[in-house]
Protein backbone atom coordinates (compact mmCIF):
# COMPACT_ATOMS: atom_id res chain seq x y z
CA UNK A 1 0.00 0.00 0.00
CA UNK A 2 1.54 3.70 -0.96
CA UNK A 3 1.78 6.03 2.23
CA UNK A 4 -0.92 8.40 -0.17
CA UNK A 5 -3.85 5.55 0.99
CA UNK A 6 -2.84 6.91 4.81
CA UNK A 7 -3.38 10.36 4.07
CA UNK A 8 -5.79 12.89 2.73
CA UNK A 9 -7.28 13.63 -0.75
CA UNK A 10 -10.04 15.96 -1.99
CA UNK A 11 -12.67 15.65 -3.75
CA UNK A 12 -13.98 18.20 -6.79
CA UNK A 13 -15.83 20.01 -4.51
CA UNK A 14 -12.56 20.32 -2.24
CA UNK A 15 -13.86 18.36 0.77
CA UNK A 16 -10.91 16.08 1.86
CA UNK A 17 -10.99 12.43 2.56
CA UNK A 18 -9.21 9.39 3.00
CA UNK A 19 -9.35 6.74 0.02
CA UNK A 20 -9.87 3.16 2.11
CA UNK A 21 -9.63 0.11 0.78
CA UNK A 22 -9.73 -2.24 3.89
CA UNK A 23 -13.23 -3.58 5.09
CA UNK A 24 -14.79 -5.53 8.01
CA UNK A 25 -12.28 -6.70 10.67
CA UNK A 26 -9.61 -6.11 8.34
CA UNK A 27 -10.17 -1.89 8.81
CA UNK A 28 -10.53 -2.66 12.47
CA UNK A 29 -7.45 -4.25 13.06
CA UNK A 30 -5.51 -1.51 10.88
CA UNK A 31 -3.68 -0.08 13.51
CA UNK A 32 -3.25 3.22 11.19
CA UNK A 33 -7.15 3.58 9.96
CA UNK A 34 -8.71 2.01 12.53
CA UNK A 35 -10.96 4.57 14.36
CA UNK A 36 -12.87 1.85 16.68
CA UNK A 37 -16.76 3.34 18.62
CA UNK A 38 -15.81 6.89 15.96
CA UNK A 39 -16.65 5.24 12.20
CA UNK A 40 -19.91 7.21 11.06
CA UNK A 41 -22.97 5.33 10.54
CA UNK A 42 -22.00 6.06 7.05
CA UNK A 43 -18.51 4.07 7.03
CA UNK A 44 -20.00 1.51 8.71
CA UNK A 45 -22.38 0.53 6.18
CA UNK A 46 -20.13 1.05 3.55
CA UNK A 47 -17.28 -0.71 5.50
CA UNK A 48 -19.03 -4.07 6.47
CA UNK A 49 -18.86 -2.61 10.37
CA UNK A 50 -22.17 -2.94 11.80
CA UNK A 51 -22.26 -5.60 14.57
CA UNK A 52 -18.54 -5.27 15.06
CA UNK A 53 -17.91 -1.95 16.86
CA UNK A 54 -20.32 -0.97 19.87
CA UNK A 55 -23.30 0.48 17.88
CA UNK A 56 -23.22 3.96 19.85
CA UNK A 57 -21.02 6.62 18.16
CA UNK A 58 -18.15 8.46 19.82
CA UNK A 59 -16.81 11.23 18.63
CA UNK A 60 -13.02 11.54 18.52
CA UNK A 61 -13.30 13.89 21.72
CA UNK A 62 -15.24 11.56 23.52
CA UNK A 63 -12.31 8.92 22.58
CA UNK A 64 -9.82 11.38 24.01
CA UNK A 65 -11.05 11.81 27.29
CA UNK A 66 -12.19 7.85 27.87
CA UNK A 67 -8.83 6.68 27.07
CA UNK A 68 -7.00 9.24 29.62
CA UNK A 69 -9.23 8.58 31.96
CA UNK A 70 -8.33 5.17 31.62
CA UNK A 71 -4.56 5.83 31.75
CA UNK A 72 -4.96 7.56 34.78
CA UNK A 73 -6.53 4.44 36.67
CA UNK A 74 -3.18 2.56 36.33
CA UNK A 75 -0.76 3.61 38.49
CA UNK A 76 2.48 1.84 37.88
CA UNK A 77 4.75 3.85 34.69
CA UNK A 78 5.34 0.01 33.51
CA UNK A 79 1.62 -0.97 32.91
CA UNK A 80 1.24 2.82 31.80
CA UNK A 81 3.51 2.24 29.26
CA UNK A 82 1.47 -1.31 28.37
CA UNK A 83 -1.48 0.62 28.20
CA UNK A 84 -0.27 3.27 25.96
CA UNK A 85 1.44 0.45 23.67
CA UNK A 86 -1.66 -1.49 23.73
CA UNK A 87 -3.39 1.51 22.13
CA UNK A 88 -1.04 2.32 19.96
CA UNK A 89 -1.11 -1.10 18.46
CA UNK A 90 -5.03 -0.54 17.78
CA UNK A 91 -5.45 3.01 17.06
CA UNK A 92 -2.10 4.66 16.17
CA UNK A 93 -4.30 8.51 15.61
CA UNK A 94 -5.84 8.01 19.01
CA UNK A 95 -2.56 7.46 20.74
CA UNK A 96 -0.44 10.03 19.05
CA UNK A 97 -3.56 12.72 19.42
CA UNK A 98 -4.15 11.61 23.24
CA UNK A 99 0.28 11.45 23.69
CA UNK A 100 0.06 15.17 22.13
CA UNK A 101 -1.76 16.64 24.61
CA UNK A 102 -0.20 15.32 26.94
CA UNK A 103 3.70 15.21 26.22
CA UNK A 104 5.17 16.31 29.26
CA UNK A 105 3.31 13.82 31.43
CA UNK A 106 3.67 11.08 29.03
CA UNK A 107 6.65 10.80 26.83
CA UNK A 108 8.68 9.52 29.93
CA UNK A 109 6.39 6.90 29.91
CA UNK A 110 6.27 5.79 26.10
CA UNK A 111 10.08 6.54 26.35
CA UNK A 112 13.12 7.45 29.00
CA UNK A 113 13.01 6.34 31.01
CA UNK A 114 10.29 3.81 31.42
CA UNK A 115 11.36 2.17 28.36
CA UNK A 116 14.05 0.61 30.07
CA UNK A 117 11.80 -1.45 31.84
CA UNK A 118 10.29 -2.34 29.00
CA UNK A 119 13.11 -3.59 27.16
CA UNK A 120 13.88 -5.26 30.39
CA UNK A 121 10.82 -7.34 30.36
CA UNK A 122 10.42 -7.70 26.45
CA UNK A 123 9.95 -11.44 26.43
CA UNK A 124 7.76 -11.71 29.64
CA UNK A 125 5.18 -9.01 28.01
CA UNK A 126 5.37 -9.50 24.39
CA UNK A 127 1.89 -8.50 23.38
CA UNK A 128 1.94 -7.49 19.41
CA UNK A 129 4.51 -7.07 17.01
CA UNK A 130 5.97 -4.28 15.41
CA UNK A 131 8.81 -4.05 12.71
CA UNK A 132 11.32 -6.13 11.71
CA UNK A 133 13.63 -8.99 13.54
CA UNK A 134 16.31 -9.28 11.81
CA UNK A 135 19.34 -11.95 12.24
CA UNK A 136 22.09 -13.51 10.88
CA UNK A 137 20.12 -15.52 9.24
CA UNK A 138 17.33 -13.75 7.27
CA UNK A 139 19.25 -10.63 6.99
CA UNK A 140 19.51 -11.80 3.26
CA UNK A 141 15.70 -12.16 2.81
CA UNK A 142 14.48 -8.66 3.75
CA UNK A 143 13.28 -8.39 -0.01
CA UNK A 144 10.97 -10.84 0.90
CA UNK A 145 9.78 -9.68 4.07
CA UNK A 146 9.32 -6.14 2.82
CA UNK A 147 6.40 -7.13 0.33
CA UNK A 148 4.31 -8.30 3.37
CA UNK A 149 4.26 -5.02 4.61
CA UNK A 150 1.27 -3.13 4.63
CA UNK A 151 3.18 0.53 3.72
CA UNK A 152 5.76 0.61 0.86
CA UNK A 153 7.15 4.17 1.27
CA UNK A 154 9.36 3.76 4.62
CA UNK A 155 11.06 7.03 4.91
CA UNK A 156 12.82 6.31 8.52
CA UNK A 157 14.49 3.30 9.89
CA UNK A 158 15.62 3.14 14.04
CA UNK A 159 17.92 0.39 14.13
CA UNK A 160 19.14 -1.37 17.24
CA UNK A 161 21.35 -4.22 18.06
CA UNK A 162 21.11 -3.62 22.04
CA UNK A 163 23.77 -4.10 23.27
CA UNK A 164 24.74 -0.68 24.65
CA UNK A 165 21.00 0.67 26.21
CA UNK A 166 21.99 3.40 28.28
CA UNK A 167 21.55 2.21 31.61
CA UNK A 168 20.78 -1.30 31.12
CA UNK A 169 23.38 -2.13 28.73
CA UNK A 170 22.88 -5.94 26.85
CA UNK A 171 18.96 -6.63 26.22
CA UNK A 172 19.14 -8.73 23.45
CA UNK A 173 15.91 -8.73 21.31
CA UNK A 174 14.33 -6.94 24.02
CA UNK A 175 15.80 -3.75 22.62
CA UNK A 176 12.95 -3.83 19.83
CA UNK A 177 11.04 -0.87 22.62
CA UNK A 178 14.17 1.41 21.87
CA UNK A 179 13.07 2.21 18.17
CA UNK A 180 9.39 1.55 18.68
CA UNK A 181 9.61 4.65 21.60
CA UNK A 182 12.44 6.46 19.31
CA UNK A 183 9.69 6.42 16.29
CA UNK A 184 6.93 7.47 18.06
CA UNK A 185 9.16 10.00 19.09
CA UNK A 186 9.55 11.20 15.24
CA UNK A 187 5.79 11.27 14.59
CA UNK A 188 4.93 12.59 18.04
CA UNK A 189 7.16 15.89 17.32
CA UNK A 190 8.10 16.03 13.67
CA UNK A 191 4.98 14.36 12.61
CA UNK A 192 6.26 12.10 10.00
CA UNK A 193 3.67 9.81 9.64
CA UNK A 194 3.76 6.26 11.77
CA UNK A 195 3.11 4.11 8.28
CA UNK A 196 6.49 6.05 6.81
CA UNK A 197 8.29 4.64 9.76
CA UNK A 198 10.21 1.32 10.34
CA UNK A 199 11.92 -0.18 13.63
CA UNK A 200 14.15 -3.00 13.22
CA UNK A 201 15.91 -4.72 16.01
CA UNK A 202 19.08 -7.23 14.91
CA UNK A 203 18.92 -9.87 17.07
CA UNK A 204 22.86 -11.22 16.53
CA UNK A 205 22.56 -12.78 20.24
CA UNK A 206 23.36 -11.44 23.64
CA UNK A 207 26.06 -11.73 26.14
CA UNK A 208 23.17 -11.23 28.91
CA UNK A 209 23.40 -14.57 31.00
CA UNK A 210 20.14 -13.86 32.86
CA UNK A 211 18.37 -13.79 29.22
CA UNK A 212 20.33 -16.26 27.89
CA UNK A 213 18.89 -18.60 30.77
CA UNK A 214 15.61 -17.50 30.86
CA UNK A 215 13.31 -20.00 28.65
CA UNK A 216 10.59 -17.22 28.28
CA UNK A 217 12.98 -15.13 26.35
CA UNK A 218 12.26 -14.57 23.01
CA UNK A 219 15.83 -13.83 20.82
CA UNK A 220 18.03 -16.42 19.50
CA UNK A 221 19.17 -17.82 22.52
CA UNK A 222 23.04 -17.61 21.68
CA UNK A 223 26.36 -15.19 22.72
CA UNK A 224 26.05 -12.09 20.32
CA UNK A 225 28.20 -12.16 17.28
CA UNK A 226 31.85 -10.12 16.98
CA UNK A 227 34.87 -9.35 14.92
CA UNK A 228 34.66 -9.72 11.01
CA UNK A 229 31.18 -11.68 11.69
CA UNK A 230 29.67 -9.03 13.44
CA UNK A 231 31.11 -6.17 10.43
CA UNK A 232 29.79 -8.77 7.51
CA UNK A 233 26.50 -8.58 9.31
CA UNK A 234 26.03 -5.28 9.05
CA UNK A 235 27.65 -4.90 5.82
CA UNK A 236 24.67 -7.65 4.46
CA UNK A 237 22.42 -5.41 6.89
CA UNK A 238 23.17 -1.87 5.22
CA UNK A 239 22.46 -3.55 1.86
CA UNK A 240 19.78 -4.42 2.08
CA UNK A 241 18.18 -1.33 3.94
CA UNK A 242 19.57 0.26 0.61
CA UNK A 243 18.19 -2.23 -1.63
CA UNK A 244 14.99 -2.55 0.05
CA UNK A 245 14.19 0.95 1.57
CA UNK A 246 16.09 3.59 -1.07
CA UNK A 247 14.08 6.59 0.03
CA UNK A 248 14.74 5.79 3.88
CA UNK A 249 16.76 8.12 6.58
CA UNK A 250 18.74 5.13 9.14
CA UNK A 251 19.38 6.29 12.57
CA UNK A 252 21.46 3.74 14.50
CA UNK A 253 20.59 3.48 18.16
CA UNK A 254 22.43 1.88 21.05
CA UNK A 255 24.87 -0.01 19.73
CA UNK A 256 27.97 -0.23 22.06
CA UNK A 257 30.87 2.27 21.58
CA UNK A 258 32.83 0.85 19.32
CA UNK A 259 30.50 -0.63 16.91
CA UNK A 260 28.68 3.02 17.13
CA UNK A 261 30.83 4.85 15.91
CA UNK A 262 32.22 2.28 13.80
CA UNK A 263 28.80 1.79 12.05
CA UNK A 264 28.35 5.73 11.86
CA UNK A 265 31.83 6.22 10.28
CA UNK A 266 31.16 3.42 8.23
CA UNK A 267 28.29 3.78 6.26
CA UNK A 268 27.92 7.67 6.68
CA UNK A 269 28.62 7.86 2.98
CA UNK A 270 27.03 4.86 1.71
CA UNK A 271 23.45 6.17 2.88
CA UNK A 272 21.76 8.96 4.73
CA UNK A 273 22.47 7.75 8.31
CA UNK A 274 23.21 9.03 11.93
CA UNK A 275 23.87 7.86 15.18
CA UNK A 276 21.48 10.11 17.82
CA UNK A 277 23.21 8.66 20.52
CA UNK A 278 26.33 10.28 19.23
CA UNK A 279 25.13 13.41 17.23
CA UNK A 280 21.76 14.00 18.69
CA UNK A 281 23.25 14.07 22.24
CA UNK A 282 25.85 16.43 21.42
CA UNK A 283 23.65 18.52 19.37
CA UNK A 284 21.33 19.03 22.29
CA UNK A 285 23.86 19.19 24.74
CA UNK A 286 25.91 22.36 23.16
CA UNK A 287 22.21 23.72 22.65
CA UNK A 288 22.01 23.70 26.51
CA UNK A 289 25.57 25.07 26.68
CA UNK A 290 25.04 28.29 24.16
CA UNK A 291 22.17 29.58 26.07
CA UNK A 292 24.43 28.66 29.44
CA UNK A 293 26.88 30.96 27.79
CA UNK A 294 24.30 33.80 27.05
CA UNK A 295 23.44 33.65 30.39
CA UNK A 296 26.41 34.32 31.59
CA UNK A 297 27.08 37.10 28.34
CA UNK A 298 30.33 34.71 27.59
CA UNK A 299 31.29 33.04 24.59
CA UNK A 300 31.65 29.24 23.81
CA UNK A 301 35.73 30.05 23.39
CA UNK A 302 35.59 31.01 26.80
CA UNK A 303 34.94 28.18 28.82
CA UNK A 304 37.30 25.05 29.57
CA UNK A 305 35.33 21.95 29.05
CA UNK A 306 35.06 18.34 31.18
CA UNK A 307 33.40 15.21 29.90
CA UNK A 308 33.17 12.51 32.14
CA UNK A 309 32.58 9.40 30.67
CA UNK A 310 33.54 8.98 27.16
CA UNK A 311 31.32 6.39 25.72
CA UNK A 312 29.62 7.28 22.65
CA UNK A 313 27.10 10.08 24.11
CA UNK A 314 30.99 11.77 26.14
CA UNK A 315 32.64 11.95 22.61
CA UNK A 316 29.22 12.93 20.96
CA UNK A 317 29.11 15.93 23.20
CA UNK A 318 32.54 16.44 22.76
CA UNK A 319 32.88 16.31 18.98
CA UNK A 320 29.55 18.92 18.97
CA UNK A 321 31.39 21.40 21.41
CA UNK A 322 34.08 21.30 19.03
CA UNK A 323 32.16 21.95 16.18
CA UNK A 324 30.41 24.93 17.80
CA UNK A 325 33.87 26.61 18.74
CA UNK A 326 35.59 26.10 15.15
CA UNK A 327 31.95 27.62 14.26
CA UNK A 328 32.68 30.08 16.75
CA UNK A 329 35.97 30.75 14.52
CA UNK A 330 38.17 28.64 16.55
CA UNK A 331 40.90 26.45 15.13
CA UNK A 332 39.99 22.72 15.50
CA UNK A 333 43.18 21.80 17.10
CA UNK A 334 42.77 24.72 19.47
CA UNK A 335 38.89 23.66 19.98
CA UNK A 336 40.09 20.15 20.90
CA UNK A 337 42.59 21.37 23.52
CA UNK A 338 39.56 22.66 25.25
CA UNK A 339 37.68 20.14 25.79
CA UNK A 340 38.65 17.15 28.36
CA UNK A 341 37.27 14.28 28.32
CA UNK A 342 37.78 11.07 31.11
CA UNK A 343 36.35 7.60 31.13
CA UNK A 344 36.93 4.37 33.42
CA UNK A 345 40.76 5.10 33.79
CA UNK A 346 41.02 8.89 34.64
CA UNK A 347 41.51 11.56 32.10
CA UNK A 348 42.38 10.12 28.57
CA UNK A 349 46.25 10.60 28.16
CA UNK A 350 47.49 10.50 23.78
CA UNK A 351 50.08 7.68 25.52
CA UNK A 352 47.52 5.13 26.97
CA UNK A 353 47.92 1.69 25.57
CA UNK A 354 45.22 0.38 22.86
CA UNK A 355 43.72 3.91 23.08
CA UNK A 356 40.87 3.72 21.01
CA UNK A 357 40.28 5.83 17.39
CA UNK A 358 37.15 8.17 18.70
CA UNK A 359 39.20 9.38 22.12
CA UNK A 360 42.52 10.23 19.95
CA UNK A 361 40.94 13.96 19.27
CA UNK A 362 41.05 15.08 23.09
CA UNK A 363 43.60 12.99 24.55
CA UNK A 364 46.13 15.04 26.07
CA UNK A 365 49.57 14.99 26.66
CA UNK A 366 50.90 13.68 30.14
CA UNK A 367 53.01 17.01 29.89
CA UNK A 368 50.48 18.93 31.10
CA UNK A 369 50.23 16.93 34.11
CA UNK A 370 53.27 17.01 35.06
CA UNK A 371 53.14 19.56 37.49
CA UNK A 372 49.62 17.95 39.15
CA UNK A 373 49.47 16.04 42.23
CA UNK A 374 47.59 12.74 41.98
CA UNK A 375 47.49 9.65 43.65
CA UNK A 376 48.61 7.75 40.77
CA UNK A 377 51.35 8.93 38.44
CA UNK A 378 50.32 8.62 35.05
CA UNK A 379 46.90 8.56 35.83
CA UNK A 380 44.40 11.85 36.67
CA UNK A 381 40.90 11.22 38.15
CA UNK A 382 38.15 13.42 37.95
CA UNK A 383 38.46 15.33 41.36
CA UNK A 384 42.53 15.77 40.30
CA UNK A 385 41.52 17.42 37.01
CA UNK A 386 39.18 19.71 38.38
CA UNK A 387 41.66 20.91 41.00
CA UNK A 388 44.35 21.20 38.36
CA UNK A 389 42.45 22.79 35.26
CA UNK A 390 40.03 25.72 35.64
CA UNK A 391 36.90 23.81 34.35
CA UNK A 392 33.94 25.85 33.87
CA UNK A 393 31.58 23.22 32.41
CA UNK A 394 31.22 20.03 33.84
CA UNK A 395 29.69 17.19 32.06
CA UNK A 396 28.31 13.85 33.39
CA UNK A 397 27.55 11.03 30.67
CA UNK A 398 29.31 7.91 32.54
CA UNK A 399 26.03 6.43 34.31
CA UNK A 400 27.72 6.57 37.74
CA UNK A 401 24.88 7.93 40.31
CA UNK A 402 26.29 10.73 42.79
CA UNK A 403 29.78 10.65 40.66
CA UNK A 404 29.35 14.90 41.28
CA UNK A 405 30.60 16.19 44.76
CA UNK A 406 30.36 19.01 46.23
CA UNK A 407 34.34 19.49 46.49
CA UNK A 408 34.18 19.79 42.42
CA UNK A 409 31.62 22.53 42.48
CA UNK A 410 33.40 24.15 44.95
CA UNK A 411 36.49 24.19 42.88
CA UNK A 412 34.50 25.68 39.60
CA UNK A 413 33.40 28.10 41.49
CA UNK A 414 37.18 29.62 41.92
CA UNK A 415 37.18 29.66 38.18
CA UNK A 416 33.81 31.13 37.55
CA UNK A 417 30.67 32.55 39.27
CA UNK A 418 28.16 30.63 36.76
CA UNK A 419 29.75 27.08 36.80
CA UNK A 420 27.71 25.04 34.56
CA UNK A 421 26.96 21.36 35.53
CA UNK A 422 24.85 18.84 33.56
CA UNK A 423 24.61 15.42 34.74
CA UNK A 424 22.89 14.38 32.28
CA UNK A 425 23.01 10.01 32.44
CA UNK A 426 19.60 8.19 32.59
CA UNK A 427 17.63 6.78 34.10
CA UNK A 428 17.49 8.84 37.23
CA UNK A 429 19.31 6.61 39.38
CA UNK A 430 22.30 7.03 37.30
CA UNK A 431 22.08 10.83 37.49
CA UNK A 432 26.09 12.22 38.57
CA UNK A 433 24.03 14.72 41.10
CA UNK A 434 20.76 16.07 41.81
CA UNK A 435 19.47 19.38 41.05
CA UNK A 436 19.10 20.53 44.82
CA UNK A 437 22.32 19.65 46.09
CA UNK A 438 23.97 21.36 42.80
CA UNK A 439 21.75 24.70 44.10
CA UNK A 440 22.50 23.86 47.26
CA UNK A 441 26.53 23.76 47.01
CA UNK A 442 26.68 26.60 44.93
CA UNK A 443 24.53 28.93 46.53
CA UNK A 444 22.14 28.95 43.78
CA UNK A 445 24.96 30.37 40.94
CA UNK A 446 24.84 27.18 39.08
CA UNK A 447 23.49 26.18 35.60
CA UNK A 448 22.15 22.84 35.88
CA UNK A 449 20.82 20.82 33.16
CA UNK A 450 20.14 17.17 33.58
CA UNK A 451 19.31 13.77 31.06
CA UNK A 452 16.36 12.78 33.30
CA UNK A 453 13.34 14.48 33.93
CA UNK A 454 13.08 16.38 37.95
CA UNK A 455 10.89 18.46 39.39
CA UNK A 456 11.23 22.13 40.07
CA UNK A 457 13.90 22.71 42.84
CA UNK A 458 13.39 25.27 45.49
CA UNK A 459 16.36 27.12 46.89
CA UNK A 460 16.52 30.22 49.05
CA UNK A 461 13.18 31.42 48.26
CA UNK A 462 13.90 31.10 44.56
CA UNK A 463 12.66 28.82 42.33
CA UNK A 464 14.53 26.60 39.33
CA UNK A 465 13.06 25.45 36.54
CA UNK A 466 15.07 21.90 35.59
CA UNK A 467 15.75 21.80 31.58
CA UNK A 468 16.00 18.29 30.59
CA UNK A 469 18.38 17.88 27.71
CA UNK A 470 16.37 15.50 26.14
CA UNK A 471 17.67 14.37 22.33
CA UNK A 472 14.09 14.72 21.43
CA UNK A 473 14.49 18.31 20.86
CA UNK A 474 17.09 17.33 17.88
CA UNK A 475 16.24 14.10 16.39
CA UNK A 476 12.90 15.25 15.17
CA UNK A 477 13.74 17.85 13.24
CA UNK A 478 17.23 16.99 11.96
CA UNK A 479 15.27 13.93 10.62
CA UNK A 480 12.64 15.63 9.15
CA UNK A 481 15.29 17.74 7.34
CA UNK A 482 17.24 14.89 6.30
CA UNK A 483 13.76 13.66 4.57
CA UNK A 484 12.86 16.82 3.16
CA UNK A 485 15.74 17.42 1.63
CA UNK A 486 16.83 14.04 0.02
CA UNK A 487 20.32 14.35 0.81
CA UNK A 488 22.45 11.42 0.74
CA UNK A 489 24.42 12.27 3.86
CA UNK A 490 23.65 13.63 7.13
CA UNK A 491 25.98 15.96 7.97
CA UNK A 492 27.71 17.41 11.08
CA UNK A 493 26.94 21.18 10.35
CA UNK A 494 23.08 19.69 10.42
CA UNK A 495 23.63 18.80 14.12
CA UNK A 496 25.50 22.14 14.85
CA UNK A 497 22.74 24.27 13.26
CA UNK A 498 19.75 22.25 15.08
CA UNK A 499 21.92 22.74 18.36
CA UNK A 500 21.94 26.67 17.68
CA UNK A 501 18.02 26.17 16.22
CA UNK A 502 16.87 24.42 19.61
CA UNK A 503 18.79 27.01 22.01
CA UNK A 504 16.58 29.87 20.78
CA UNK A 505 13.58 28.20 21.15
CA UNK A 506 13.91 29.20 24.98
CA UNK A 507 12.33 32.03 26.22
CA UNK A 508 14.18 34.99 27.24
CA UNK A 509 12.59 34.66 31.36
CA UNK A 510 13.90 31.12 31.27
CA UNK A 511 17.40 32.23 30.46
CA UNK A 512 17.01 35.05 33.48
CA UNK A 513 16.03 31.86 35.76
CA UNK A 514 18.89 30.05 34.97
CA UNK A 515 17.07 27.34 32.28
CA UNK A 516 18.59 26.41 29.52
CA UNK A 517 16.20 24.27 27.59
CA UNK A 518 12.72 24.54 26.66
CA UNK A 519 9.59 22.52 28.11
CA UNK A 520 8.96 19.21 25.85
CA UNK A 521 4.78 20.40 26.02
CA UNK A 522 6.66 22.52 22.95
CA UNK A 523 7.96 19.65 21.08
CA UNK A 524 6.24 20.29 18.03
CA UNK A 525 6.91 23.82 17.72
CA UNK A 526 10.55 23.01 18.49
CA UNK A 527 11.02 20.27 15.94
CA UNK A 528 9.20 22.40 13.06
CA UNK A 529 11.73 25.53 14.08
CA UNK A 530 14.76 23.51 14.20
CA UNK A 531 13.70 21.44 10.97
CA UNK A 532 13.20 24.84 8.99
CA UNK A 533 16.90 26.32 10.36
CA UNK A 534 18.63 22.78 9.41
CA UNK A 535 17.15 22.90 5.46
CA UNK A 536 18.14 27.12 5.31
CA UNK A 537 21.81 25.80 6.15
CA UNK A 538 21.86 22.77 4.22
CA UNK A 539 20.83 24.30 0.94
CA UNK A 540 21.81 27.62 0.77
CA UNK A 541 24.58 26.76 -1.39
CA UNK A 542 22.53 24.86 -3.54
CA UNK A 543 20.49 27.55 -5.62
CA UNK A 544 19.13 25.02 -7.83
CA UNK A 545 17.45 22.80 -4.52
CA UNK A 546 13.68 23.13 -5.06
CA UNK A 547 12.41 24.02 -1.49
CA UNK A 548 14.32 27.53 -2.05
CA UNK A 549 10.90 28.52 -3.91
CA UNK A 550 8.47 27.46 -1.09
CA UNK A 551 8.05 29.33 2.55
CA UNK A 552 9.56 26.95 3.96
CA UNK A 553 7.76 27.17 7.45
CA UNK A 554 4.63 26.64 6.03
CA UNK A 555 5.91 24.23 3.57
CA UNK A 556 7.83 21.92 6.28
CA UNK A 557 4.64 22.36 9.10
CA UNK A 558 1.86 21.38 5.85
CA UNK A 559 4.43 17.95 5.91
CA UNK A 560 4.00 16.98 9.40
CA UNK A 561 1.26 14.57 9.91
CA UNK A 562 -1.26 15.66 12.38
CA UNK A 563 -3.23 12.84 13.97
CA UNK A 564 -6.72 13.32 13.30
CA UNK A 565 -9.69 11.54 11.90
CA UNK A 566 -10.88 12.53 8.19
CA UNK A 567 -14.15 10.93 6.25
CA UNK A 568 -13.51 7.30 4.26
CA UNK A 569 -14.32 6.64 1.12
CA UNK A 570 -14.35 3.03 -0.13
CA UNK A 571 -11.89 2.25 -3.12
Known amino acids: MSIEQYLKWQDFEGNEFRPVAL???????????????????????????????????????DQLARVYKGYLNVEDDIQKYIFLRSLQDRN???????????????????????????????SHRYQKPRGLYITPENVESMGEMVHHFASQDIKIIVVTDSQGILGIG????????????????????????????????????????????????????????AGQEYDQFIEKFVAQVKRCFPRALLQWEDFSKSNAF?????????????????????????????????????????????????????VGVADQICAGLVREGMDITEAQDKIYI???????????????DYKKPYAKSHLIASE??????????????????????LLGTCGIGSSFKEEHITQMMSYTSRPMV?????????????????????????????????ADVSHNGQVFRIGQGNNVFIFPGVGLA??????????????????????????????????????????RTISLHVAVEVIKEEIKNDPNHELHSKDLTEYVEACMWKPTYLPYRRV
Open 23 to 61: VGVDLLNDRILNKGTAFSEEERAAFHLDGLVPPRLQTFE
Open 92 to 122: ETLFYALVAQHVDEMAPIIYTPTVGKACQEY
Open 170 to 225: DQGVGGMGIPIGKLSLYTLGAGIHPACCLPIVLDIGTNNTELLNDPMYLGVPRKRI
Open 262 to 314: NNLHRYIDDLPSFNDDIQGTGAVVLAGIINGVKIKNEKLSDQTYLVYGAGAGG
Open 342 to 356: LDSRGLVFEDRENLE
Open 372 to 393: WKVQEEGKASLTEVINNVPVTV
Open 422 to 454: FPLSNPTSNCEALPEDLYRWSKGQAIVATGSPF
Open 482 to 523: AILTKFKKVSVNMFTTASYALADCVAEEDLEAGTVFPKIENL
